[in-house]
């Protein structure tokens, strides 16, 4: 059974370009969540989206980043007009349900270095 | 919303002896609380939950209190081992009634050989 899949793990950008990171939940869990880390910080509530819905934005700058998680294919982290300090480390979480208790299945994470 | 405090200090021990980290929060108290490894450039991994009428529970070497009194989560290690070394971070529901957890920032466990 594939756990969470993050891709890709390391990923540079300039100034000004596109991110775009890629989350496939483990099989069966329709919820998703996307964090941020810094070094030396705590993980970063971003957005919790449900197939086709976004459920709980208030973690999400309000410009420059997007969330979706279409019916079919992994959920999208967008961030358009990189700057530095969107380098960081990304994570994507999936559960299978509500009544789960929150427990969260993280993947390995993507890297952003923004240059 | 819920603020949670964890050692930011690394916590250095000798293998074998019991290591045991703290987990405290500062607003109302949670249904439950998490526990979670992360290992350098790898996502958290889940390891316990306690529920707020659960006093105590374990899982082989690990053992976790969770006392609503003092606001406070213990998680212990017995017996600790080089391969235990790693971020331990607690995360607690980001509000009542939420299923979105807010982590603390970690503690880091050096257990030396």
């Known amino acids: 059974n594939a756990g969470v899949m993050q891709n890709p793990r390391h990923l540079v950008r300039r100034r000004g370009q596109e991110a775009r990171l890629r989350c496939s939940p483990m099989?069966?869990?329709?919820?998703v969540y996307w964090y941020r880390q810094l070094p030396e910080e705590g993980l970063k509530f971003m957005v919790y989206?449900?197939?086709?819905?976004?459920?709980?934005e208030s973690g999400m700058p309000k410009e420059r980043f997007s969330a979706e998680f279409p019916k079919e294919g992994p959920s999208i982290l967008r961030i358009q007009q990189v700057v530095r300090g969107d380098s960081a480390a990304y994570f994507c979480a999936s559960s299978p349900e509500q009544t789960g208790m929150g427990i969260q299945y993280f993947g390995a994470g993507t890297r952003l270095s923004v240059l | 919303s819920q603020k949670i405090e964890q050692n930011s200090e690394a916590l250095n021990i000798q293998e074998g002896k019991t290591a045991t980290l703290t987990c405290n929060y500062t607003n109302y108290s949670p249904a439950y609380l998490q526990w979670y490894r992360q290992d350098p450039g790898r996502g958290p991994v889940f390891l316990l939950l306690?529920?707020?009428?659960?006093k105590e529970k374990r899982k082989e070497r690990l053992k976790v209190t969770f006392d609503t009194t003092l606001k406070q989560s213990l998680f212990h290690i017995t017996a600790s081992q080089p391969a235990d070394s790693a971020t331990y971070l607690c995360a607690l529901p980001a509000s009542g009634g939420s299923y979105i957890p807010t982590f603390g920032r970690g503690t880091s466990l050096i257990v030396h050989p």
């Open positions: 989206l449900q197939k086709e819905n976004i459920i709980d």
């Open positions: 306690i529920r707020e009428n659960e």
């Open positions: 099989k069966g869990h329709s919820h």
